[in-house]
């Protein structure tokens, strides 16, 4: 009985999704976005990871920009599938920043598991959509 209930509001369960984590990624990237090209260059070094050595501050503004003005997006359900697949691979790079030569256990629980959750959720919003609540819907 529970779970029927609860399947008839998916579009609601996915409109809480979006506003908590639209809402955290606005907090956490807009000061990165503000802070300006220094900021930027640390940030885009992380690339490095994938082999990509060149303009780490354009990486950078891009990170910060995808957090910052993608949880905004988010929130409001336009260019949902995109910037999903765009916060995935900025949460997968920051996995492969953050583990950095260490795939042991407590460097999962000290450092990387969060933005490994978080690339994994944003590639599955990506297949289920925005839901019915908002401005991109299916």
Same mark, same amino acid.
């Given at each position: ?5 609860? +399947? ?5 369960? #996915? ?13 956490? *990237? ?8 220094? /900021? ?5 070094? !992380?690339? *490095? ?5 060149? @303009?780490? /501050?354009? @990486? +950078?503004?891009?990170? !910060?920009? $995808?957090? *910052? ?8 359900? %336009? ?12 949460? /997968? %790079? !920051? ?8 795939? /042991? #256990?407590? $460097? ?15 590639? *599955? ?14």
């Amino acid at each position: 009985m529970l779970l029927k209930f609860l +399947g008839k509001y998916r579009d609601v369960g #996915l409109l809480m999704l979006r506003l908590g984590l639209g809402a955290a990624f606005m907090i956490h *990237g807009l000061p990165k976005l503000g802070a300006g090209p220094k /900021t930027w260059h640390g940030l885009g070094e !992380a690339m *490095g990871n994938l082999g990509i050595h060149f @303009w780490p /501050t354009f @990486w +950078g503004f891009m990170a !910060a920009a $995808a957090e *910052g003005i993608g949880g905004l997006l988010l929130i409001l359900g %336009v260019f949902y599938r995109p910037i999903c697949l765009v916060l995935a691979f900025s949460m /997968t %790079v !920051a996995t492969l920043s953050l583990a950095h030569n260490s795939w /042991t #256990l407590e $460097a999962f629980n000290k450092g990387y598991s969060r933005p490994l959750e978080l690339a994994v959720v944003f590639f *599955g919003l990506a297949f289920v959509g925005p839901g019915r609540f908002s401005i991109d819907k299916d």
